[in-house]
């Protein structure tokens, strides 16, 4: 029964399949970063029509955008650093993700991909490990994925992916052999061990969103696919509080409409089903009326990586000064996982 409602809304997903000779859905778009760069392609592209998204405990449903449905993608990220190639999250699969034919497209080998942090199981995200012929598809990569002691499915998984190194950590808190600096933090809400995955001045958010142009204005919609949506809209505000501009100091709540404007630092929040490429770095309070919806910024290809906004940066006589760090809410531990995860799960995005 928990299967079926999950396929359901899927039927609803007025998804169509990314071709691989598109070029607007074949070209990777890059941003380069402070000894790295980071790479952005479109596993797939999709709509999500607006039956998707509930506030719990209320009847409120969105109104139905220009087009019927809202905006979205499967996105995959690629960053480059050194001999490092790190893919984070990999897509569907075939038959409908396109994610290895436009890597090699774009001149990446994909045995050459050191390692794949997976923000969480689901089959959008983890499809692409295998080839159409069972075949790992990045022979060579070392799989990373927080999986928490309470959450069951573990021998299974790594029964599934045996062909590969693996590095599932219980604690993503204090997740030690994540490659080229990046560390994991906990964000459960869409699934028991849904992880954001942290560099640098970029955040990877897996799916705290599934239609921005609804759920940064309205966080507290959630998407059916949600596994405990009231952890998942925590998360969101979270995430969204940490790229608000205009944010009035000493105050906890979402969008204020007075007090001093503090900027936050620029970060590249870097998300599955952002449009692509898939990047939101500020959202703007609006400043006048509380009627005015936020607004936010997708950076343009080339756009560089903004620094880590917690890095201590020098002051103007090159002495380094520390900047005000922001420490991630308290989230709460995740609860027990009640569904089985044996055999592959359901491909809810
Ligand atoms: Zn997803």
């Known amino acids: 029964m928990k299967r079926l409602a999950l396929l359901l809304p899927l039927l609803a997903l007025a998804a169509a399949p990314a071709r691989a000779d598109d070029p607007a859905t074949n070209a990777a778009a890059r941003f380069p970063g402070d000894g790295f760069e980071l790479r952005a392609y479109q596993d797939a592209a999709q709509s999500i029509p607006p039956e998707i998204f509930y506030i719990p405990n209320d009847d409120s449903r969105p109104d139905t955008p220009e087009g019927g449905a809202f905006r979205s993608s499967c996105n995959a990220f690629l960053v480059i650093e050194g001999d490092r190639r790190i893919l984070v999250d990999a897509g569907n699969g075939s038959p409908r993700g396109t994610l290895l034919a436009q890597l090699r497209a774009d001149g990446i080998d994909p045995a050459t991909v050191t390692d794949v942090l997976l923000t969480h199981e689901h089959r959008d995200h983890v499809g692409g490990l295998f080839r159409a012929d069972g075949a790992p598809a990045f022979p060579n990569a070392t799989l990373h994925l927080w999986w928490p002691t309470n959450v069951a499915g573990r021998a299974a998984f790594e029964a599934r992916h045996a062909a590969f190194r693996l590095d599932l950590f ?64 925590s998360v969101r505000l979270a995430t969204i509080r940490r790229v608000l501009t205009n944010l ?102």
């Open 170 to 233: 219980a604690d993503a808190a204090s997740a030690t052999n994540l490659p080229a600096g990046f560390a994991a933090e906990p964000a459960p809400g869409h699934t028991p061990q849904h992880c954001f995955y942290r560099k640098g001045g970029m955040l990877f958010v897996g799916d705290v969103f599934h239609a921005v142009d609804l759920q940064i204005p309205e966080p507290w919609f959630c998407a059916k696919w949600d596994e405990d949506p009231y952890a998942a809209f």
């Open 248 to 349: 009035p100091k000493n105050s906890d709540r979402v969008f204020p409409l007075s007090s001093p404007p503090l900027d936050h630092p620029p970060l590249f929040l870097c998300g599955a089903h952002i449009p692509f490429p898939g990047i939101v770095s500020k959202v703007r309070r609006p400043m006048g009326t509380a009627h005015e919806a936020p607004s936010f910024d997708t950076p343009a290809p080339g756009t560089p990586v903004p620094p880590d906004p917690d890095a201590p940066a020098p002051d103007k006589d090159g002495v380094r000064i520390e900047v005000r760090r922001r420490t991630p809410p308290d989230r709460a531990a995740p609860a027990p996982h009640a569904e089985s995860t044996d055999g592959a799960k359901e491909p809810a995005p």
